[in-house]
């Protein structure tokens, strides 16, 4: 049974420069979450996906944007990429009907390097 | 989310040392979660307390609802290599529009040294 997978697992992007992570989730999971994690810190939400809607946002700019497709797989994008978008990434899956958050299972993340 | 603080941020122990890492909210808190994060890992979930005053055990980790649902504590007995990692407590909460939000504290890092 494979867990939840990210990709790509390190990116280096300029500054201004567009990009895309992806998510599988834990099969059987339904939720997609999504999470950034600056070094040194706890991981930070920023929305929530259930039946290919956001749910719920964190304090995010719009230059994050995201997609649930039919087979529950996610994206983030992130536009006009700052020096302080660099992070890891971490996509986050659950059972939870896209309402209550139960446990999380995470990926390994994707660690972005904005120069 | 709520806000949730950690404290210690770090702590070192020698092998065999209990350890203990707090987390507190100035609000009351729906449940909490506690993961576990690997250096160069991703977070790993340990376990979720609901109820007031509850005490779950797993193995040589202690993990502590408060009475007043503001604040949790994890506790490690006789610490090993294999538990060096960061810690985070993370506040589930209600947030409007039948949604919950995971909000993670800051996490305390565990260094154990042999």
């Known amino acids: 049974d494979a867990g939840v997978t990210q990709s790509p697992t390190h990116l280096i992007k300029t500054r201004g420069q567009q990009v895309t992570l992806r998510c599988s989730p834990k099969?059987?999971?339904?939720?997609v979450s999504w999470y950034q994690q600056a070094l040194g810190q706890g991981p930070q939400f920023i929305f929530q996906?259930?039946?290919?809607?956001?749910?719920q946002r964190g304090n995010f700019p719009d230059r994050f944007s995201g997609h649930q497709f039919p087979n529950y797989s996610s994206e983030l994008n992130v536009n006009a990429l700052l020096l302080g978008d660099s992070a890891l990434y971490l996509c986050?899956?659950?059972?939870?009907?896209?309402?209550?958050?139960?446990?999380?299972?995470f990926g390994e993340g994707s660690r972005l390097t904005v120069l | 989310g709520q806000q949730v603080m950690q404290i210690p941020q770090y702590q070192h122990v020698q092998e065999g040392e209990d350890f203990t890492t707090y987390c507190n909210s100035s609000t009351t808190l729906s449940n909490i979660q506690w993961y576990k994060q690997r250096p160069g890992g991703h977070p790993v979930f340990l376990i979720q307390?609901?109820?007031?005053?509850e005490v779950k055990k797993q193995k040589r980790l202690t993990f502590q609802f408060g009475e007043a649902k503001k604040n949790s504590s994890l506790h490690i007995t006789a610490t090993q290599t294999t538990d060096v990692g960061t810690y985070f407590c993370a506040d589930n909460t209600y947030s409007g529009a039948g949604s919950y939000q995971l909000t993670f504290g800051k996490g305390t890092k565990l260094s154990v040294i042999p």
């Open positions: 986050a899956s659950s059972q939870g009907r896209g309402y209550y958050t139960g446990e999380l299972f």
């Open positions: 099969s059987g999971h339904d939720t």
């Open positions: 996906y259930y039946e290919e809607e956001e749910r």
């Open positions: 307390l609901v109820k007031s005053g």
